[in-house]
């Protein structure tokens, strides 16, 4: 049975930002695009990933702000929606054109779940 799409889009959203707030020890502002995210415990997505950042990444003395914008207006939405989805399509038609474009400046990639993926979509010539 699928799950609810924000719960997905929400419990994504906490894996990107586990992954940066523990490799780096500055303040943050993190932006997500506005959409309706609220989970059955209310919370929104900004409310999830305050809470999980400074409960789980001992943060207290960091300032982090977490956003939503309307990528609509919002140009690095846009942008980041264009990447997100060429990589998306990439994987769908098995097509490594775009990958290969934007292969050398990618600083980090992951696949999920981690068990179904090998890596070869990303790093085939």
């Known amino acids: 049975m699928g799950k609810p799409k924000n719960l997905v889009y ?5 894996l990107l930002t586990d992954q940066i707030f523990s490799k780096y020890n500055d303040d943050f502002l993190v932006t997500f695009d506005q959409r309706s ?3 059955k415990s209310m919370n929104s997505l900004v409310d999830y ?3 999980n950042a400074y409960t789980s990444h001992q943060h207290v003395s960091r ?3 977490v956003e939503q914008k309307d990528s ?3 140009n690095n939405l846009q942008t980041a ?3 997100a989805g060429t990589v998306a399509q990439a994987y769908c038609r098995k097509s490594h054109h775009f990958l290969n474009i934007l292969k ?6 992951d696949e999920f779940p981690r068990s179904t993926f090998d890596g070869s979509l990303i790093s085939k010539p």
């Open 104 to 109: 050398e400046r990618v600083v980090k990639s």
């Open 49 to 51: 990933i305050t809470i």
């Open 37 to 39: 995210t609220a989970v």
């Open 72 to 74: 609509k207006t919002y």
């Open 81 to 83: 929606d264009i990447l």
């Open 10 to 14: 929400n419990y994504f959203a906490k």
């Open 63 to 65: 300032n982090i702000q």
